[in-house]
């Protein structure tokens, strides 16, 4: 990605056939992105999320047991510029130490720009990684690199050949308009293949390109995929996925079983979206079932702050994982002043939902490794107007997982078909605007007297053959600062409720509350800054303002401790 409107913090995903980092567009601040602060502020900093210790960061790879994960990283400054490959390593996606950068710009081909890629593992077990470089001419071009030493469990050093670029924009691909490609896959056929995200005038498009020796490119005579109106299509990601069951696949499985993903990043909305369907392998092409739809109508795999994001397949678990990218809501100054910016989602599983029309997601079980006080609470019945708080743990960092149960649906208000958007109906029916069945869930970050709180919520529609649920996650009410970005993020969960059970699962960090709804159908992350909800400050509450009384099935809460992270 290159640069743009707002201020990102990337992943890069690197695991064996691995996935690589993003990066998206930037804002370039001159004046700030060298500027290093006098005191790094800790206030809203996160505690089990991945951050360096200060300044601006993108954001793994799997190799030999390790996870190695690559990051843009600006070493100089809380803003996009200065621009290098950082580099952290892991034994367990959750504690991380830092390493020196790996890749900076130094070559004709990158000098303007080491940009994001990703990386596979050769069938002789040597990683190489692919990337998107600013050459002189400041024409995006796709480039490669090597360990120095693959003697080196933590391959702290990488080179770059010189016979890069490996391939660049020709004729007929928009040169300002051709970056991060994806992890590559090999067919039958014994060719590799690798897409490249851009665009022409508003299609959005996947270019395909193929080798035998992953040296030597050529350009596929038609796009593995394109889709009109969608504008520039960053980041994208292409895997296979098992029509039942949660195991993961390596992008070059060629079972027949299967369904394909292919996620890109929209660069008109900064948000992620991605469709189900089928790779026609003899015509290298990709076509979505007609249950999802290309572009700004489409799924999403997070509703919230969550850009940029790439999966991986992780042959030791045999999953495949996303990370995405969770940037800041607060302005430019506010992130010189504090001296930092931008954290990583915890990773999450992936895998295709029973239906087969969409996918579903969970924290990593490694992160269980973090919890620590545990507070249980069951057969709770919250009446109209409740909000009970939930005591014993650390509520400014904890890991909530609740299911609720609704004992009559008869209150459930009639859901008008026009009401395509989620966070628009969100927005007109807050957590304090009473209905039928909801809102009912949480008030995390939340003051004594909820001065500010973020609500995380249900509301249940009707309509004449089944019902709607709408999942929220409405900062709105966060903080009481002014000049923050504070939206109603929602989402619908396509849920069954025969049996009149929702679940919900919260990961509340400081300055960011990632919700997991449905046994993770619909995920939505949020980014907050409350001024009084702080620390030992914060509180935590269930409530419920809908007419129809809701009971707590059951309810577990931990607090969180602090992984080592750099």
């Known amino acids: 990605m290159a640069v743009g409107n707002l201020l990102w913090l990337n992943i890069l995903i690197v695991y064996v056939i691995i996935n690589g980092g993003v990066e998206a567009s930037h804002k370039v601040y001159p004046l700030f992105q060298s500027l290093t602060p006098l005191n790094i502020t ?3 900093r996160t505690a089990f999320h991945f951050q360096p210790p200060k300044n601006w960061i993108n954001g793994p790879m799997y190799y030999n047991g390790i996870y190695h994960f690559f990051y843009q990283y600006n070493p100089k400054g809380a803003v996009w510029g200065n621009i ?7 034994k367990d996606l959750i504690n991380w130490e830092i390493l020196e950068p790996a890749i900076y710009p130094s070559k004709h081909f990158d000098i303007n720009g080491a940009w994001s890629g990703s990386a596979t593992i050769l069938p002789t077990n040597k990683p190489i990684i692919l990337y998107t ?19 080196d469990p933590y391959l702290r050093k990488w080179i770059k050949p010189g016979n ?31 897409v490249v995200g851009s665009k022409w005038n508003r299609r959005g498009i996947v270019h395909l390109y193929e080798s035998r020796d992953f040296i030597h490119w050529t350009k596929a005579k038609h796009p593995l995929h394109s889709a ?24 070059s499985d060629l079972r027949k079983h299967v369904k394909h993903v292919l996620k890109v990043s929209l660069d008109a909305t900064r948000y992620d979206y991605y469709t189900v369907g089928t790779y026609v392998r003899d015509e290298d092409k990709y076509v979505p079932d007609n249950t999802s739809v290309d572009g700004w109508a489409g799924l999403r795999y997070d509703y919230g702050n969550f850009y940029a994001s790439k999966t991986f397949f992780d042959p030791s678990k045999q999953r495949r994982i996303l990370w995405g990218w969770v940037n800041e809501s607060d302005s430019t100054q506010d992130d010189v002043q504090k001296g930092w910016a931008g954290i990583q989602a915890i990773p999450r599983r992936v895998w295709l939902d029973p239906n087969q029309r969409q996918l579903k997601q969970w924290p990593v079980e490694e ?33 909530i ?44 970050l939340a003051s004594k007297n909820l001065e500010e709180y973020t609500a995380v919520f249900f509301r249940v529609f009707k309509t004449s ?82 007419d129809e009384t809701i009971t707590i099935k059951s309810l577990n809460a931990w607090s969180m401790n602090k992984p080592h992270i750099n």
Not at 84 to 90: D, E, K, P
Not at 133 to 151: F, I, K, R, V
Not at 498 to 508: E, H, P, Q, T, V
């Open 42 to 44: 800790q206030l809203h």
């Open 84 to 90: 290098v490959w950082g580099h952290s390593v892991s």
């Open 133 to 151: 470089g600013l050459d002189s001419n400041h024409m995006e071009t796709q480039n490669y690199a090597l360990p120095a030493n693959l003697s």
């Open 164 to 194: 890069n670029p490996l391939f660049y924009p020709e004729k007929g691909v928009n040169a300002s308009a051709f970056r991060d490609p994806s992890t590559a896959w090999r067919l039958k056929d014994g060719r590799w293949r690798v």
């Open 228 to 251: 009109p109106n969608t504008g520039m299509w960053e980041c994208p990601d292409f895997y296979p996925v098992l029509l039942s069951g949660k195991e993961g696949l390596d992008p």
């Open 367 to 399: 992160l269980k490794s973090l919890r620590g006080e545990k507070v249980q609470m069951s057969h709770q019945k919250l009446n109209t107007g409740d909000h009970i708080e939930i005591k014993g743990i650390t509520a400014a960092q904890a890991d």
């Open 401 to 444: 997982d609740v299911t609720f149960h609704i004992p009559s649906l008869d209150k459930a208000e009639p859901f008008n078909p026009r009401w395509k958007d989620a966070q628009a109906l969100c927005a007109n029916r807050g957590s304090k605007v009473g209905g039928g069945v909801g809102p009912f869930g949480l008030f995390t």
């Open 465 to 546: 053959r089944n019902y709607v649920v709408l999942l929220c996650s409405d900062a709105r009410s966060s903080s009481l600062k002014d000049g923050l970005y504070k939206p109603s993020f929602a989402g619908f969960v396509d849920v069954d409720l025969a049996d009149k059970k929702l679940s919900l699962r919260s990961l509340i960090d400081h300055s960011v509350v990632e919700s997991f709804g449905g046994g993770g159908k619909t995920c939505i992350t949020s980014r907050v800054y409350p001024t009084l909800a702080v620390l030992g400050k914060a509180h935590l509450y269930a409530f419920n303002n809908g």
